[in-house]
């Protein structure tokens, strides 16, 4: 196995991670949005991951193992109904749809997305700074 498919393996991580960063985002900004009809309600979105086993192009030997972003799921629950009659959004009997996104769950899914990207940089840092050594041993 080359040296060197660590550096794809972290970063197909870190590119799975911004994917994830950026659901989150789309989520948290969409938390208050309403809608008057339950089915145009905006619904939280979640990434699947799933494990590759790819030959990178130009290698040769075992494959290696990366990370893909096989799709975007929405989230199955059902949008909140609130009684706004007020709201010119608000269908014939006065209720607005609320997204099915919960604020603090969405908050914990970005703080591990975001631990998980910091520890594939440090994954390719310290195998840069390995790399370099073993590259020093010869001078």
């Known amino acids: 196995m080359s ?3 660590v550096f794809d393996i972290a ?3 870190m ?3 911004s994917v994830r960063l950026n659901t ?3 989520n948290l900004a969409n938390a208050e949005s309403v809608s008057g009809d339950a089915k145009t309600a905006y619904r939280a979105r979640h990434p699947v991951f799933e494990a590759v086993r790819a030959q990178l192009a130009g290698q040769q030997g075992d494959p ?3 990370v893909r972003v096989a ?3 929405e989230d199955t629950r059902a949008p909140e109904m609130r009684y706004q009659p007020g709201n010119p959004l608000a ?3 006065g209720y607005v749809f609320a997204p099915n ?3 603090v769950e969405e908050m914990v899914d970005m703080i591990s997305a975001s631990r998980a990207y910091q520890n594939n940089v440090e994954i390719m840092n310290t195998s840069k700074d390995l790399l370099l050594a073993t590259l020093r041993l010869g001078q």
């Open 64 to 66: 290696g193992t990366a």
């Open 91 to 93: 269908n014939a009997d």
């Open 71 to 73: 799709g975007i799921a």
């Open 3 to 5: 040296s060197f498919r």
């Open 101 to 103: 996104v919960n604020a």
């Open 15 to 17: 590119s799975a991670q």
């Open 11 to 13: 970063g197909s991580g």
């Open 24 to 26: 989150v985002a789309s």
